[in-house]
């Protein structure tokens, strides 16, 4: 009987094993993950250590025992050191093991760079559910009254919200010279930094932190910012460190193929620990998203499984919703183009045109548009269909407040947009 091994059971690996499954019914799938609990949604962590849901809402597919029974898994809570090329895994305990094929779904850790002072018991980062954990003790057990939260993008707004709503004093600081600087446009950043203003929190930006301790944190420029309380969440790193002596093509990130194979044949990955192809590049890049963690693992467990699955790429996209605010960002904005800014009742809306095929987009508003939009740039990418809206498509845009010109602009057929 055929062997694979998922190592890693997030978002990418759970999918991993349920489409493995479902495509080959006969083989043993063992899944190693030292965390002992079931997969969970990092984004909804936030909210259960706000006190805004229970433990048990941020486990998507339920428990442990009921995903192992039902997706017949032989589950090993323990760490894998090391992956060879000849598809054999060493773990913790020193086992070993050899696989007809392997699934890489490690994610990402927290990034906490090395040239960063970091003391005291104030600080924490926001990755695992042991983060979000450690925060909430935190804030039962400690008087907290000001904290900064290091990194203005999806995770730092998230626990920024998070900490504003127990009442603490928020300082964002970056060091860059915006909010999102990967995926707003300045014009964008400032909008939402208004917003965040009038609800009473504070900026620093083009600050570079050098240390964090029980004081608060201290700058390049000798200033410092006194803090209770200290949040770093300026990005992560892809978790290879196990795959180092696989013989697999690592950048960034692992380097897969459309079918989600790495370099090594028989040896796959997908989630945060991997670059998959970004549509409007033609590169690789990692797309940290639970959608396309989702998307790749079940491309790599039906190709693990001797289907030919494709998983053509994606876009940068990202749809987060903070103080009651969605923001949705599709497409990379540092692709040149001409700019164009709506700004009306329902919706802020900026975004860069190519002559007629759109190459980046910025909205604040409602996440209900977010679907149609995303489909239209991919579709445009794709280069399948036409790339105008359908009159579905433009009459739930319109019902959603989006301006017509904006329509016109990027789904108007091609003689109306000339
Ligand atoms: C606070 C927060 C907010 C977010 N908000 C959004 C959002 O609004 N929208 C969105 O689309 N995405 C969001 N994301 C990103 C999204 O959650 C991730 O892209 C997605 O969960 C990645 O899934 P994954 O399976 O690749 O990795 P993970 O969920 O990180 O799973 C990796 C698993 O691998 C295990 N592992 C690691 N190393 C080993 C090893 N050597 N051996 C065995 N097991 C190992 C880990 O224990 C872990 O269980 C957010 C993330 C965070 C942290």
């Known amino acids: 009987m055929r062997k694979f091994a998922i190592i890693g059971f997030g978002c990418a690996g759970y999918n991993g094993a349920k489409s493995l499954r479902e495509h080959a019914p006969n083989v043993v799938i063992d899944v190693f993950d030292p965390s002992r609990r079931s997969p969970f949604n990092p984004m909804l962590s936030t909210y259960h250590a706000a006190g805004k849901l229970p433990y048990d809402a941020v486990f998507p597919f339920g428990s442990l025992e009921e995903i192992c029974r039902a997706l017949d898994l032989n589950y090993f809570s323990e760490n894998v050191l090391e992956v060879t090329a000849d598809r054999t895994i060493r773990t913790e305990s020193d086992l070993y093991r050899n696989y007809d094929g392997i699934l890489l779904a490690t994610g990402a850790d927290a990034m906490v760079p090395g040239s960063l002072r970091c003391s005291g018991n104030r600080w924490f980062t926001m990755r695992t559910l042991d983060d979000a954990l450690a925060l909430r003790q935190h804030l039962d ?44 446009y300045e014009s964008t950043a ?28 201290a700058f390049a420029d000798g200033s410092a910012l006194q803090a209770d309380l200290v949040c770093l969440c300026i990005g992560t790193r892809a978790g290879t460190r196990s795959f180092r002596n696989s013989s697999v093509q690592i950048g960034h990130a692992v380097v897969v193929n459309s079918h989600m194979e790495t370099s090594v044949p028989g040896i796959y990955a997908a989630g945060d620990c991997c670059e998959g192809i970004n549509l ?48 949705i960002s599709l497409g990379d904005i540092t692709l040149p183009g001409c ?38 740039l991919v579709k445009q990418l794709t280069g399948g269909a036409s790339t105008t809206f359908t009159p579905a498509q433009r009459g739930l845009l319109e019902r959603n407040g989006l301006p017509r010109e904006f329509i016109q602009l990027i789904g108007g057929s091609p003689n109306d947009r000339a």
Request: aromatic share 8%; charged share 15%; net charge negative.
């Open 141 to 184: 057990t400690n008087q907290v009254r000001s904290a900064a939260v290091v990194g203005g993008s999806m995770v730092g707004i998230k626990v920024a919200e998070l900490l504003h709503s127990e009442g603490v004093n928020v300082t964002i600081v970056d060091a860059a010279s915006h909010l999102f600087p990967l995926a707003a």
């Open 190 to 217: 400032r909008f939402i930094q208004r917003q965040l203003e009038n609800k009473g929190l504070g900026f620093r930006f083009d600050a570079k932190v050098t240390a964090i301790d029980e004081d608060g944190i």
């Open 280 to 327: 409007q590049t033609g590169k690789t890049a990692v797309i940290g998203l639970w959608a396309n963690a989702a998307m790749q693992g079940a491309c790599a467990g039906a190709n693990m499984a001797g289907d030919h699955a494709d998983c053509p790429g994606n876009i940068l996209h990202n749809i987060t919703r903070f103080f009651d605010m969605d923001f």
């Open 339 to 376: 700019k164009h800014l709506f700004d009306c009742p329902e919706f802020f809306v900026s975004l860069v045109m190519d002559g007629n095929t759109l190459q980046s987009v910025n909205v604040v508003g409602n996440y209900r548009v977010s679907g149609i939009l995303k489909h239209h």
